[in-house]
């Protein structure tokens, strides 16, 4: 199994930015990539950023390219999603997902941009 724990939400101004922390532990050499999920009240989840494991390939939901980027570091099990350039339509609970053949999930943290 893989334990997801998020760090770093909270308040924002529009136009500001926050970083998200995603440390994972337990089988962490099966993971194949893990990315970001968010959630807005009444939505569904939708995908917001991957990053490959081995290669570090990234890929971007349209909506946050250039304005997002997501990293990690590999010796501490940990990924990162720096948010600049915030937009009150970011505001959602993210979460972080990693998948070893199935998929773990975080249990979420608030972002709450202000306009």
């Known amino acids: 199994q893989v334990q997801l724990v998020e760090s770093g939400g909270g308040l924002a101004q529009a136009g500001g930015s926050l970083r998200l922390s995603c440390a994972a532990s337990g089988r962490t050499s099966s993971i194949y990539d893990m990315g970001w999920f968010r959630q807005a009240p009444g939505k569904e989840r939708e995908f917001v950023a991957r990053?490959?494991?081995?290669?570090?390939?990234?890929y971007y939901a349209d909506s946050v390219k250039g304005r997002f980027t997501i990293s990690r570091d590999s010796a501490k099990n940990t990924v990162y999603l720096q948010m600049n350039s915030l937009k009150p339509e970011d505001t959602a609970i993210y979460y972080c997902?990693?998948?070893?053949?199935?998929?773990?999930w975080g249990q979420g943290t608030q972002v709450t941009v202000s306009s």
């Open positions: 990053i490959t494991w081995s290669g570090g390939s990234t």
């Open positions: 997902q990693a998948r070893v053949g199935i998929t773990y």
